[in-house]
Structure formats: structure tokens, C-alpha cells
């Protein structure tokens, strides 16, 4: 086993390790180690909401559970000799929950993904899904089966939903102008459209005092993706990837958390991945000046070698019109939403209410695509979902449908 350069206990919270991870990004949060370029070593994380949402039956806690608590990281880890302009190649060797554990914390031999309220985080279909839901998976191995989704079992295709390197302070200055560019559009949006800085709950691993207090009122929200890689939620950085990262401060500060055990192209439901707590094993080397040498200015990957073996899928396509059947130019987020939209319906037939078919999305391994960008006015999306995660045959034939009582996903109590 490689060399942990950072631990979790998963009996205590975030905010109460030996040594502590950040929440936010910000140059000036300090390194927790520092690796050489060619060393190969072991980050535990903890979930990204820190065990707030459980094991159990009601989706009250995703209801209720407070955004400026996330992701919880760990880093920033500091590599020896990385300067502003090189590339961070960081290889994922291995990943998984946490190792020889069951317990009450995502990871400890169970996961979930969730449906945040409009008025709480809400998603990719928040119009028609409102409320918060919730569904919880155990892990066998490499497969993952919910008592809230009956009738599905898939092998997941694990991966960090959040690795990135540290800003500097003038593109952490140029995120904050233009997201609060943005916000300031419609201020008073729900959901909103980008998440300003925070210092509630801000996390800054050594930081303390007025330094602290600066950094936290500046410090960016881990939720968008940016160019230092960040919350980019991609399914296929699974292990055996290469990632490279532009770097941006002395010694690239990289940082990871938010492990998925499984998610669907888009996490459409926003929590939509299966979330655990875990190890990451990662080697990284320097590429000098190589952002200008290949004219890298966001990460570039090498996909993983490891993923899920199914050959048979049901697509589903969508197009740039709205419901209400008003005539789109070629908006291909629109024409996902209405893929998935199709693939929902359609898997209502079948028994399931539309929650469950959404967190199924969300978590089991489809593949989404931006089919046709061209066809003018039409942009075409489509959504594909693997048959063999079902226990019965999806596919249209002459009879109808066999619907069966598939139960329901972990609702609210209001
Ligand atoms: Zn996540």
C-alpha cells in the first residue's frame, strides 16, 4: 500500500481530523505533504457532505442538509519543484470505499444519490422534480443494488467527481468577477444561478486567524468545474487515468474528494452520482512549461482502462424543443433534458415512479451524447442505458409492457 499523505478517521467529522482538508478553493490554503514528482501515494476522503445524509429510509436529510458545508477535500498535496505553467500528470492507480469497513458514513459498504429540492441545490429536471429524494446503494464488490430502485443491479465505475490544483489569485479573482457577473443578473434566483464565496462553514485546512478571515470571504465554492479541473463530475476518470492539470501556484497544490462508486453521464439529479467516502492512489510527474508547450489551458485525460463490460443499450434521444412545443436553435442542453425526460417516461412503464427512474439516471452508468449539433433548428442529445442492469427485458416488443409495483424511492416527510 502506498504511503498515506492524508487520513480520515470516518468516526469523526471533517472539521474535527488530526489534520485538516479544505472546502473551498484558495492559493493560499497551506499543503497538507509534500510528494516528489514520481511518487506514488494513498489520499483517504471522507463523502462530500461529511455523513450528513444516512442510511435510512427519508430523504429529510437531503432535504435539510446546508451547501456551505461542501466538498470536503483533502489536500492540497505539494509536489516538488511544479511551477505556474507546467502540467501536473496525475495517474490514478487504484480508488474505492473505504477498505474492510461497514459502517454508518457513506463508503463504509454503502453509498447514495439524491434529488435536491428546487429551494435546496435542485438539478438538471428541478421543474418536474421539486422535492427531495433519496435512494441508498450497497456495494458488493464492484456492484451496487438500492431497496429504494428494486429490479437493478449494475457494476459501477468508480472515480473522483473532484480533483483539481490550486488557483492562483488572479484566476480565482477572474472566477469570482465573472460568476458574480452572472449572479448578479438575477440575484434572487432558486435555485441560484452560481454559488458565491462564503465564509460560513468555510474550511481552510491550516489557515487560521486574520489570514483565515480573508481568504474564507474570497475563497471560490468547490461546486462549478474550472480550469484547474475542480468539480468535473467526468465518469470515465476511473482507475488507470492520466489527468493533466494546468498549474497555477508554486508546487500545483492538488486536491481530490467527492468519490462516486458509480454515475451517469451529466449526474443529472446534481447528487446523482453514488456518493462514498474512500482511498484514492495516486502518481504524479511534471511536465515543464507544458501548458504552453501543448497550449493547455483546461485539464486533458486519458480516459481509465477500467470500466463497466456492457455491450447492449436502449437510447433515447431529445430535441431542442421545449414542452410546450416552442422551437429551440440547436440548445443541446435542452435536448438532454428531453432525452432524459423520454427515458424517464418511458421507464414509468415498467413500474417505477418517475424519482426512482431520475436517481437511476443519475447513478447506474449511461452514456450520454450530443448527438447532431448542425441540423439547424434541431439539436439532438441522446441518453443510453445499459438492458443488462435490468432483471427483465426493457426493450419495446409487440406485447406491452410488464409493469410491476417497484415500490418507491426514500420522500420527504413534508
Ligand atoms: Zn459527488
Given amino acids: 500500500m502506498p504511503e498515506v499523505k492524508f487520513r480520515v478517521d470516518q468516526s469523526r467529522l471533517f472539521a474535527e481530523q488530526e489534520v485538516l482538508g479544505h472546502n473551498r478553493w484558495h492559493p493560499d490554503v497551506p499543503p497538507v505533504a509534500t510528494v516528489r514528482p514520481g511518487e506514488e501515494f494513498r489520499l483517504e476522503c471522507r463523502e462530500w457532505f461529511d455523513g450528513a445524509i444516512r442510511n435510512d429510509d427519508s430523504a429529510d436529510d437531503v432535504r435539510d442538509c446546508d451547501f456551505t458545508q461542501v466538498h470536503k477535500l483533502s489536500g492540497p498535496i505539494a509536489v516538488e519543484g511544479a511551477e505556474p505553467g507546467d502540467l501536473l500528470m496525475v495517474d490514478i492507480v487504484d480508488l474505492g470505499p473505504v477498505p474492510q469497513e461497514k459502517g454508518p458514513v457513506a463508503g463504509q459498504g454503502w453509498g447514495y444519490t439524491g434529488i435536491f429540492a428546487r429551494e435546496n441545490g435542485g438539478g438538471f429536471l428541478t421543474d418536474h422534480f421539486p422535492g427531495a429524494y433519496k435512494a441508498v446503494w450497497d456495494f458488493r464488490g464492484q456492484t451496487a443494488t438500492s431497496r429504494h430502485i428494486p429490479g437493478v443491479s449494475f457494476v459501477g465505475i468508480a472515480h473522483p467527481g473532484l480533483m483539481g490544483t490550486a488557483p492562483s489569485a488572479e484566476l480565482l479573482a477572474r472566477w469570482n468577477k465573472r460568476e458574480g457577473d452572472l449572479i448578479a443578473t438575477d440575484p434572487s434566483r432558486v435555485p441560484p444561478l ?41 465518469k470515465n476518470l476511473s482507475r488507470g487515468s492520466r489527468v493533466f492539470y494546468p498549474v497555477f501556484v508554486p ?164
Fill in 194 to 234: 452560481a454559488l458565491p464565496p462564503t465564509a460560513e462553514n468555510a474550511v481552510l485546512g491550516s489557515l487560521s486567524g486574520a489570514e483565515f478571515e480573508r481568504a474564507a470571504q474570497e475563497a471560490a465554492r468547490t461546486a462549478p468545474p474550472r480550469e484547474n479541473g475542480g468539480n468535473q463530475d467526468i
Fill in 251 to 414: 508546487g500545483a497544490k492538488l486536491s481530490v474528494g467527492d468519490l462516486h462508486f458509480s454515475q451517469g453521464d451529466g449526474e443529472i439529479t446534481f447528487c446523482g452520482a453514488i456518493e462514498m467516502g474512500g482511498y484514492i492512489d495516486l502518481h504524479v510527474d511534471v511536465i515543464k512549461g507544458g501548458m504552453e508547450a501543448y497550449g493547455v489551458e483546461t485539464p486533458v485525460f486519458i480516459p481509465g482502462r477500467v470500466e463497466p463490460r456492457y455491450s447492449e443499450y436502449l437510447a433515447f434521444a431529445g430535441l431542442s424543443v421545449t414542452e410546450s412545443g416552442e422551437q429551440r436553435y440547436l440548445d443541446s442542453h435542452l435536448a438532454y433534458q428531453r432525452a432524459c425526460l423520454n427515458a424517464i417516461n418511458y421507464l414509468t412503464k415498467f413500474g417505477y415512479t418517475p424519482e426512482q427512474a431520475y436517481l437511476f439516471l443519475g447513478a447506474a452508468p449511461i452514456e450520454g451524447r450530443f448527438s447532431g449539433v448542425v441540423d439547424i433548428p434541431n439539436s439532438c442529445a441522446t441518453v443510453y442505458i445499459p438492458t443488462e442492469v435490468f432483471d427483465f427485458d426493457p426493450r419495446p416488443s409487440a406485447g406491452p409492457p410488464k409493469r410491476v409495483d417497484r415500490g418507491q424511492c426514500a420522500v420527504s416527510s413534508r
